[in-house]
Nanobody, 123 residues
Framework: QVQLVESGGGSVQAGGSLRLSCTVF????????MGWYRQGPGKEREMIAT????????YYGDSMRGRFTISQDSAKRTTYLEMNSLKPEDSIMYYC????????????????WGQGTQVTVSS
């Protein structure tokens, strides 16, 4: 059973930075796509960034490029989301996801999801 373990969420002041991590277990198989999404209560899930792991090609959601950066350390089976210049409106749950199909921009291909990590940005 594939599990995604997220870490790195927490509280930060506006303008600050956080780095989220997502590690895939077990480590015997790599996933083709890894992604970061976020979702607030009663809102649709929003794509932040995804990465085509074998080619190290990244994709970003609308308005996400610039403050958010996705990267990976394949040896550690870990995907990162660097978040800079955080704003109070970034206060939301962040989810890591993994897919075994090479359509990294399509949310429907992501079959594995983490439990989510909360980010809170105070003004």
């Amino acid at each position: 059973q594939v599990q995604l373990v997220e870490s790195g969420g927490g509280s930060v002041q506006a303008g600050g930075s956080l780095r989220l991590s997502c590690t895939v277990f077990p480590g015997s198989d790599s996933r083709i796509c890894m992604g970061w999404y976020r979702q607030g209560p009663g809102k649709e899930r929003e794509m932040i960034a995804t990465i085509y792991t074998t080619a190290n090609v990244t994709y970003y959601g609308d308005s996400m490029r610039g403050r958010f950066t996705i990267s990976q350390d394949s040896a550690k089976r870990t995907t990162y989301l660097e978040m800079n210049s955080l704003k109070p409106e970034d206060s939301i749950m962040y989810y890591c996801a993994a897919a075994d199909l090479p359509f990294c921009n399509a949310e429907k291909v992501y079959t594995y999801w983490g439990q989510g990590t909360q980010v809170t940005v105070s003004s």
